[in-house]
């Protein structure tokens, strides 16, 4: 029986709209080794994302689709969709990328997409989800990695991080504190699935 280590690695193809520190995160991951798998291309619907730039840094390579300059919606995302299917990863992470997925590519895909959430969900889906936190007055806050179904970050957790609200934090640190859990668990649920330990029955995933 092959072993782990002389199965094929893993083709990742990251999708990031904006700043790229969860990228870097998971690119730094497969630099030393600790994920089985190989960054395929960065994919940006935002060509001043400073992802763009980490992806530079890591030589992974890097396709624009510049939302803007789509008259119609629809054309942006059948051309996303085009794209995902001609580079035929064996998983998409979206990392700080800002659009909703159509369901076609959530089908195409299926299991296959993992996505960070800052938030412990199903509390907080959505935008600005540290400032629903915040606002909202919880005293345990987090970020949830978990995969893509046709909700709004409605699909299989797989692993949460938490965060202890303390007198006196701001938003603003509660969002740092949460992006240091998101540093550790969206690599982490990367390795594992690129590693075959997710499985998914009833929506429940299970870590082998
Ligand atoms: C993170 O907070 C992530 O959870 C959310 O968007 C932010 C992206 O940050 N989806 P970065 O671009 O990875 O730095």
């Not at 960054?39 to 890591?58: F, H, M, R, W």
């Not at 624009?64 to 969709?81: G, N, T, V």
Request: proline share 5%; hydrophobic share 40%; with cysteine.
């Amino acid at each position: 029986m092959a072993s782990l280590f002389t199965k094929p690695k893993k083709k990742i193809v990251f999708l990031a709209s904006g700043r790229g520190s969860n990228l870097k995160e998971v690119l730094q991951w497969i630099a030393k080794g600790k994920i089985r798998g190989i960054g395929q291309t960065l994919v940006s619907d935002n060509p001043e994302s400073k992802a763009l730039e980490i992806a530079k840094e890591y030589k992974l390579p890097t396709r624009i689709l510049d939302f803007r300059s789509y008259s119609e919606r629809s054309e942006y995302h059948k051309d996303l969709l085009g794209l995902l299917l001609e580079l035929n990863p064996d998983l998409i992470v979206t990392a700080g990328y800002m659009k909703i997925l159509k369901p076609e590519i959530i089908r195409a895909f299926s299991n296959r997409i993992i996505n960070i959430h800052p938030s412990l969900l199903p509390a907080f889906p959505g935008l600005n989800a540290q400032k629903q936190a915040f606002e909202y007055g919880v005293k345990i806050a987090g970020c949830t990695a978990h995969f893509v179904d046709e909700g709004v970050d409605s699909g299989p957790v797989i692993l949460q991080g938490v965060v202890k609200i303390k007198e006196g934090m701001s938003e603003r640190d509660l969002t740092l504190e949460i992006l240091k859990e998101e540093h550790k668990i969206l690599p982490l649920a990367v390795q594992y699935f690129c590693e075959n330990r997710l499985q998914i029955q009833n929506r429940k995933v299970s870590i082998q």
